[in-house]
């Protein structure tokens, strides 16, 4: 079962435990054509009430497979700072961020992750070297415009 139809199904149960907990990042030109799949996930999640899905989508324009707005390291820290301040109480989490900064950096500072697939970090290097900014995160797909 794919997660789409799994929500739709389950969401009076789950949705208070999910609902802005979910986040989908994808590149507008995926290699595998996944953009069209979360385009549509997109689609059905905002009709998912009671409560409201918000679920945070995000569009690198014209990035390939494996796009992210955040390198590695930043993901993984965002990741283990919401584990610390979710973790049960009296459990210790100071080894758990190290000498990570106290806030994380902001998406698309570095440019998109490192070690997602040899296009994107093609893709990366080829925008840094000619000066292009990072990838920017569009909340919906940009609209085709019609032919």
């Known amino acids: 079962m794919d997660i789409d139809r799994y929500l739709a199904a389950n969401w009076p149960r789950i949705g208070s435990l999910l ?5 989908v990042f994808v ?3 995926d290699t595998f054509f996944l953009n069209d799949a979360v385009q549509v996930f997109q689609q059905n999640t905002a009709t998912l009430t009671h409560p409201k899905a918000d679920i945070r989508f995000c569009y ?6 494996g796009f992210s707005p955040y390198t590695d390291e930043q993901l993984i820290t965002i990741m283990a700072r919401y584990m610390a301040n979710h973790a049960p109480q009296g ?16 998406p698309n500072r570095a440019g998109p992750a490192q070690d997602r ?10 925008q840094a070297q000619a000066g292009q900014p990072a990838p920017t ?10 032919s």
């Not at 609902?19 to 986040?23: F, P």
């Not at 690198?60 to 497979?65: I, R, S, T």
């Open 60 to 65: 690198g324009l014209n990035q390939p497979h």
């Open 19 to 23: 609902a802005g907990r979910i986040h």
């Open 27 to 29: 590149g507008t030109q």
């Open 117 to 126: 697939g040899s296009r994107a970090r093609a893709t990366a290097g080829a």
């Open 91 to 106: 459990v210790s989490t100071k080894n758990w961020l190290g000498s990570a900064p106290v806030t994380p950096a902001a």
């Open 137 to 146: 995160c569009l909340p919906s797909a940009p609209a085709v415009p019609p």
